[in-house]
């Protein structure tokens, strides 16, 4: 199969193109001269279920919709494009519009970059101690972009990430003198967008035998078998990719597909199973993950069908999110009770081979946040809490509560039961501060 991909400038020669109701493409037009869009063919023949496409998941997954903007977003864009030819002028109001959208959140741009001979790492980014990310440049883009993307500011241009191939060196020497790093993730955009060629000489300076880092786990994290599962089997380079990872694997070291899943209607086709098939046969792990978004997948049955076959197809359930606060996020967001409820629904209707999984979780400023469940303790409804991960590794595991608000769809608007403030606001992330990086005081979301 031979990948094609559409966006704007040419999404109207889509063959199921004339299915959509003139309004829909209105929409799609004027919402992705803001937030990005980008689909493929795979997508388009083998996931939408083209009939009922205003209510299939997985269109609603790739292409954007209207309330995706607020209406006064929506009417500004519209109308720039629609009465101003001046492409200029037009880019002004959708960057405009983009920066009331929090484009990078969780202090993912200031407070996460680890600095080595007192150069800034831009392009990694070290929050919890085990686990540097890494955004390899030639990485970042996806096989098509979700309309819920965290990401998204980094795929219209307001955000970039610079990461040259000599950074690879840095950040070897980085892991060289952090032996409390584990873990490396790959991730992006989506790394295995890359072709074999470029992708390999990213990965095997961090192989071992190359380097005296403590790198036990490399992780990627990747929608690519959502997206693209033929990567791995038509593909030009699958085969060597195959071999890449029977190699890595073979040196003991734990290489996890962190593969993102949104729907259980991508695990159904013959493509994507094959292409699980093969890379566990290369002893490669996969775990799996998604956000839980209104319009998509905010249902518990789909959870536990989906956790149920990623079991059967060899994936391991890891992380339920909840969307973060950035982008589309009023029209995905599901309130934090009702995320608990479609978590705590779901994982009560599989078994325990399926109960890997952890969730809902917020990625927030000071750590993975986790949704326990809601509760009353003397009198006063609550909300339970943990952190899954911490900025501060003491935090971890440690329940904590905050006032029940039906209304909360993000950690920034939660407020503490029975203190005044969280217990972690109180130390302003001097743990970081002190072992890896200069941050200011910083406030949450
Ligand atoms: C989720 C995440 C990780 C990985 O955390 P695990 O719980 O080990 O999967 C690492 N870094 C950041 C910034 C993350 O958000
Ligand atoms: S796969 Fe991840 S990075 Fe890519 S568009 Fe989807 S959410 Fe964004």
Redesign the pocket.
């Known amino acids: 199969m031979k990948y094609k991909s559409y966006t704007l400038s040419n999404y109207s020669t889509i063959p199921q193109i004339n299915k959509l109701s003139k309004e829909s493409k209105r929409n799609i037009e004027t919402v992705s001269s803001v937030l990005p869009f980008k689909v493929n063919n795979y997508v388009i023949d083998e996931l939408i279920d083209w009939d009922s496409y205003e209510n299939d998941p997985i269109f609603n997954l790739t292409f954007p919709q209207k309330e995706m903007l607020l209406p006064h977003h929506f009417d500004e864009i519209a109308a720039a494009l629609e009465q101003s030819t001046d492409k200029k002028y037009q880019k002004e109001v959708s960057n405009k519009i983009r920066l009331q959208l929090n484009p990078s959140p969780a202090g993912q741009k200031e407070h996460n970059i680890p600095v080595i001979d007192k150069v800034k790492l831009y392009g990694v980014q070290h929050k919890y101690r085990e686990t540097a990310l890494f955004f390899p440049s030639a990485g970042q883009t996806?096989h098509?972009?979700?309309t819920?993307?965290?990401?998204?500011a980094q795929f219209v241009g307001m955000e970039t990430l610079k990461f040259a191939m000599k950074e690879t060196e840095l950040m070897v020497k980085y892991l060289e003198k952090h032996q409390e790093v584990t873990d490396l993730l790959f991730t992006?955009?989506?790394p295995m967008t890359m072709s074999y060629k470029v992708f390999k000489k990213y990965i095997v300076p961090f192989i071992s035998g190359h380097n005296k880092t403590n790198i036990q786990t490399i992780r990627i994290g990747t929608?690519v078998l959502s997206?693209w599962p033929y990567k791995f089997l038509t593909d030009n380079d699958a085969e060597d990719f195959l071999r890449l990872f029977e190699t890595i694997t073979s040196k003991g070291i734990n290489l996890a597909f962190m593969a993102?899943f949104t729907h259980s209607i991508e695990l159904k086709t013959e493509a994507v199973k094959r292409s699980i098939q093969k890379l566990r046969n290369t002893g490669v792990q996969i775990r799996t993950q998604s956000p839980v978004v209104k319009h998509i997948n905010d249902n518990p049955e789909v959870w536990s069908e989906m956790w149920r076959e990623q079991v059967n197809l060899n994936c391991i359930p890891y992380y339920m999110f909840i969307a973060r606060n950035t982008g589309a996020q009023h029209f995905f967001a599901v309130p934090l009770f009702k995320a608990w409820e479609i978590f705590r629904k779901a994982y009560q209707n599989v078994s325990g081979v399926c109960r890997t999984v952890r969730g809902p979780s917020m990625s927030c400023t000071p750590g993975k946040v986790q949704i326990l469940g809601v509760s009353e303790i003397n009198q006063e409804k609550v909300f339970v809490l943990r952190f899954i991960q911490g900025r501060n590794p003491d935090w971890v595991a440690s329940p904590f509560f905050a006032k029940y608000d039906e209304d909360a769809i993000w950690m920034n608007t939660l407020k503490p039961a029975f203190e005044k403030k969280f217990f972690f606001e109180k130390e302003e992330f001097k743990y970081f501060r002190e072992n890896y990086y200069d941050s200011e005081r910083v406030s949450f979301e």
């Open positions: 996806c098509s972009y979700c819920y993307c965290f990401r998204w992006g955009g989506d929608k997206y993102h």
